[in-house]
């Protein structure tokens, strides 16, 4: 017999790893770095969820923020961030790269919290998992271009931690 190569998941198996069972505990970690002439900025915003805690960890120009959330606001929040990812990773929009193990856009959608369609993005995938989402955009404002580069970490599935 011979091994047959991966050529992707199926649009069941791209489901089941967005249910939001999946994401009950978890860690979300976005690094996103803004680049014009002259200047770069990166932000880090952390996410960190448990059943019914979470906390928001925000660094802008090397200020760090950490907020606790209220156990009655937890659900409201994880929704809210979960929501905010589903035009991103529509299963019709990708395609599978066997070079680089990874789902590339191959469609187009919008970034929601930007208002901005993305111009390249990839998912990748470990165990049925999400473990990694990267896009591009670019944002213009006032006349001056920005260069957006995102990449957020999905980890610590069903071990997150909140102190």
Same mark, same amino acid.
């Given at each position: ?53 979470? =906390? ?33 990773? =529509? ?37 049925? =998992? ?34």
């Amino acid at each position: 017999t011979e091994p047959v190569a991966f050529t992707g998941m199926t649009e069941e198996e791209w489901a089941a790893a967005f249910d939001e069972k999946q994401f009950e505990n978890f860690t979300f970690n976005e690094t996103s770095v803004l680049k014009t002439t002259g200047m770069t900025v990166e932000t880090i915003a952390i996410y960190e969820f448990e059943k019914s805690k979470a =906390k928001v960890t925000a660094t802008l120009a090397g200020q760090t923020q950490s907020q606790s959330i209220s156990s009655s606001q937890v659900a409201t929040y994880r929704t809210a961030l979960l929501e905010s990812f589903e035009p991103m990773v =529509k299963f019709e929009d990708y395609k599978y790269d066997a070079a680089t193990k990874t789902y590339v856009l191959d469609g187009e959608f919008t970034i929601p919290s930007l208002g901005v369609k993305a111009d390249t993005a990839a998912l990748t995938f470990e165990n049925g =998992k999400l473990v990694k989402m990267t896009y591009t955009c670019v944002i213009v404002d006032s006349g001056v271009s920005f260069d957006v580069t995102s990449t957020v970490l999905f980890t610590d599935y069903g071990t997150t931690t909140i102190d």
